[in-house]
């Protein structure tokens, strides 16, 4: 079975630009989650979508955004990118809440 | 608030030698508590989920513990590819999200 899949792998912006990251969750799991990995700081939640409803949001400013597609899975869009977002995103999905969050490899975005 | 830390940030064993790492928690209605590994560079990988106090889980070296108050990841007789960051999280009754500390670089030296 097909783990939870992310692209790109790696990305390098400039500041001010803006950024979209892709995330098919794992066959069957309705329920996807973005997490920010940031040097030094852990992971941090950023987004939870369910059955194609934002359901909650971590403490990030409105230029982080994302949504659900029909087929489950997701983007996360990121706007006037800024050094100190420069990080590992991490998405992962679960059959529902409370249940086991599955992680993607995760997309490394580098911003200049 | 709710939190988890974890102890000691870092870890180093010889091959053999046996030790335990604590995630201590204060969370609004436990819904569940999470172990995972993570390589450098990749993706966390699930290991566990304990969801009440008293529970137990193994896993070939790994056995994972849960009390009211704290978790304890217990590695038997480690080997070098043991050596990784060990993740510790919680989802309380907000659902979803799930917080994390801030992990245990465990090596395991031969």
């Known amino acids: 079975e097909a783990g939870v899949t992310q692209s790109p792998t790696h990305l390098i912006k400039t500041r001010g630009q803006q950024v979209t990251l892709r995330c098919s969750p794992i066959?069957?799991?309705?329920?996807v989650y973005w997490y920010q990995q940031a040097l030094g700081l852990g992971l941090q939640f950023l987004l939870w979508?369910?059955?194609?409803?934002?359901?909650n949001r971590g403490n990030f400013p409105p230029r982080f955004s994302g949504r659900q597609f029909p087929n489950y899975s997701s983007e996360l869009n990121v706007n006037a990118l800024e050094l100190e977002d420069s990080a590992l995103y991490l998405c992962?999905?679960?059959?529902?809440?409370?249940?086991?969050?599955?992680f993607g490899p995760g997309t490394r975005l580098t911003v200049l | 608030e709710d939190q988890v830390t974890q102890s000691p940030e870092a870890l180093r064993l010889q091959e053999g030698e046996s030790s335990s790492l604590n995630c201590s928690y204060t969370?609004?209605?436990?819904?569940?508590l999470f172990w995972y590994r993570q390589d450098p560079g990749k993706g966390p990988e699930f290991l566990f989920t304990?969801?009440?106090a008293g529970e137990e889980k193994e896993k070939e070296r790994l056995k994972a513990t849960l009390t009211k108050k704290e978790s304890f990841l217990h590695i038997t007789a480690p080997k070098p590819e043991d050596s990784a960051t060990y993740l510790c999280?919680?989802?309380?009754?907000?659902?979803?999200?799930?917080?994390f500390g801030q992990g245990t670089e465990l090596s395991v030296k031969p």
């Open positions: 304990l969801y009440s």
């Open positions: 992962a999905s679960s059959l529902n809440s409370p249940d086991t969050q599955y």
């Open positions: 969370v609004s209605g436990l819904r569940g």
């Open positions: 999280a919680v989802q309380g009754n907000q659902g979803g999200k799930l917080i």
């Open positions: 979508y369910d059955e194609g409803e934002e359901r």
């Open positions: 066959s069957g799991h309705t329920s």
